[in-house]
């Protein structure tokens, strides 16, 4: 099956040639070209990031106030157990959010959503290991280069709303629905 990496469209370009007169003309010349997916950008990235952080934080928090009266408070007092009830927490927010939508709420709000190679929503079991992923210490820097660490690990690709449809179509799977009609 045909994925976003294999992509080839049809693109004109235009070179100078003498005509029979010895004019210079412009001739159209056609060939096939690598349509490379349009993925996400750095400021738009670091944006959503952002959100998600904030989402993140709010989820720790409401998770720390229900475990305070249900009396089980004191696993937030030892360091490890914070930091590894933290880290299932954001890797448990991005889970969640991405096998059931397709997207988080950062990137839901800036239009933006995770496709596989094929364009299409990834399966599970790559959407666990692009969650894990963030609790890589320093992962976050890895966005500032072309595709984080967790797009590159779990071969995914952060893409508009409308590439995703873009790519679909030219792969031959786009399907109509709702929600195109009110983008």
Same mark, same amino acid.
């Given at each position: 099956?045909?994925?976003?990496?294999?992509? %080839?469209?049809?693109?004109?370009?235009?070179?100078?040639?003498?005509?029979?007169?010895?004019?210079?003309?412009?001739?159209?010349?056609?060939?096939?070209?690598?349509?490379?997916?349009?993925?996400?950008?750095?400021?738009?990235?670091?944006? &959503?990031?952002?959100?998600?952080?904030?989402?993140?934080?709010?989820?720790?928090?409401?998770?720390?106030?229900?475990?305070?009266?249900?009396?089980?408070?004191?696993?937030?007092?030892?360091?490890?157990?914070?930091?590894?009830?933290?880290?299932?927490?954001?890797?448990?927010? &991005?889970?969640?959010?991405?096998?059931?939508?397709?997207?988080?709420?950062?990137?839901?709000?800036?239009? &933006?959503?995770?496709?596989?190679? &094929?364009?299409? %929503?990834?399966?599970?079991?790559?959407?666990?290991?692009?969650?894990?992923?963030?609790?890589?210490?320093?992962?976050?820097?890895?966005?500032?280069?072309?595709?984080g660490w967790h797009d590159k690990w779990s071969n995914t690709y952060v893409v508009k709303n409308s590439e995703k449809r873009e790519l679909q179509k030219l792969l031959?799977?786009?399907? !109509? !629905?709702?929600?195109?009609?009110?983008?």
């Amino acid at each position: 099956m045909k994925t976003i990496e294999d992509l %080839k469209v049809e693109k004109t370009t235009y070179k100078n040639e003498k005509d029979e007169n010895g004019n210079t003309v412009k001739v159209p010349v056609t060939k096939m070209v690598v349509r490379t997916p349009e993925i996400v950008e750095k400021g738009p990235r670091f944006g &959503y990031y952002l959100i998600d952080l904030v989402f993140v934080y709010i989820l720790a928090f409401l998770i720390g106030i229900i475990s305070a009266f249900a009396g089980v408070f004191e696993i937030w007092e030892d360091p490890l157990m914070s930091r590894l009830l933290g880290a299932l927490i954001l890797v448990g927010y &991005y889970f969640i959010l991405e096998v059931s939508i397709g997207t988080t709420l950062g990137k839901l709000m800036l239009g &933006y959503t995770v496709i596989d190679k &094929y364009a299409e %929503k990834p399966k599970a079991g790559a959407l666990l290991g692009r969650s894990f992923a963030r609790a890589v210490p320093f992962e976050a820097f890895s966005c500032f280069s072309e595709r984080g660490w967790h797009d590159k690990w779990s071969n995914t690709y952060v893409v508009k709303n409308s590439e995703k449809r873009e790519l679909q179509k030219l792969l031959g799977t786009f399907t !109509s !629905s709702k929600e195109d009609i009110l983008d």
